[in-house]
């Protein structure tokens, strides 16, 4: 069976730092992944999305980045983190390409001080 | 671009009563799709409607795609405390390479 793995699950770091966060995904090949993040209280809105290795789409101009180093890898990447930055970060991903239901991970919960 | 409003935000009921989140989209959608997400949690899926004028029930969950397909609903019957979270909306449309959520309404149960 599938599954996804995100860490890690809760980090507070300073302004001005970097970040990385990681998620992996199991029982699956050649996925497509997204990165979404959720202000407190509030929807979900999509980051980054990767339809396979090397290839990143960018919803939302920020300070954050993605890679995806490998089929089954996506990292989300700050070189320096806002304040602004602080929220739920959501890894997810879909059964196959075309498919419509996502499955996430765990989330990530990031706050800067 | 696509755009999917959901309301309300927020719904707080008494144990029993029973609750309904609407979902209307800018556009004509293929399909919908419903996710709880517990306090704390992570969103999980619930459902998905295609067909025009789909109905589809979970026990006390009672989810409907109109006849236009740029809306839906998911209602619950005598909630329970099991039921809080917050309930989330996604959408596509033909023309779209993914999905647009809805904003979420978030529902507490008072025991």
């Known amino acids: 069976s599938q599954t996804i793995h995100q860490w890690p699950a809760t980090l507070v770091q300073p302004v001005g730092s970097p970040l990385s966060l990681e998620c992996t995904v199991e029982?699956?090949?050649?996925?497509?992944l997204y990165w979404y993040r959720q202000a407190a209280g509030r929807g979900l809105q999509l980051l980054f999305y990767s339809v396979g290795i090397g290839q990143i789409s960018s919803e939302v101009p920020q300070n954050l980045s993605a890679s995806r180093p490998q089929d089954r890898q996506f990292i989300l990447s700050s070189k320096k983190l806002l304040l602004s930055d602080s929220g739920f970060y959501l890894c997810?991903?879909?059964?196959?390409?075309?498919?419509?239901?996502?499955?996430f991970g765990a989330g990530s919960r990031l706050t800067v001080l | 671009g696509q755009q999917v409003m959901q309301i309300p935000q927020y719904q707080h009921v008494q144990e029993g009563e029973d609750f309904t989140t609407y979902c209307n989209s800018s556009t004509t959608l293929s399909n919908i799709q419903w996710y709880k997400q517990r306090p704390g949690g992570h969103p999980v899926f619930l459902i998905q409607?295609?067909?025009?004028?789909e109905v589809k029930k979970q026990k006390r969950l009672t989810f409907q795609f109109g006849e236009a397909k740029k809306n839906s609903s998911l209602h619950i019957t005598a909630t329970q405390t099991t039921d809080v979270g917050t309930y989330f909306c996604a959408g596509r449309s033909a023309n779209a390479g993914k999905s647009t959520f809805g904003d979420g309404t978030t529902l507490t149960v008072k025991p």
């Open positions: 409607l295609v067909k025009s004028g």
């Open positions: 997810a991903w879909r059964e196959r390409p075309g498919a419509n239901v996502l499955t």
């Open positions: 029982g699956t090949s050649n996925p497509n």
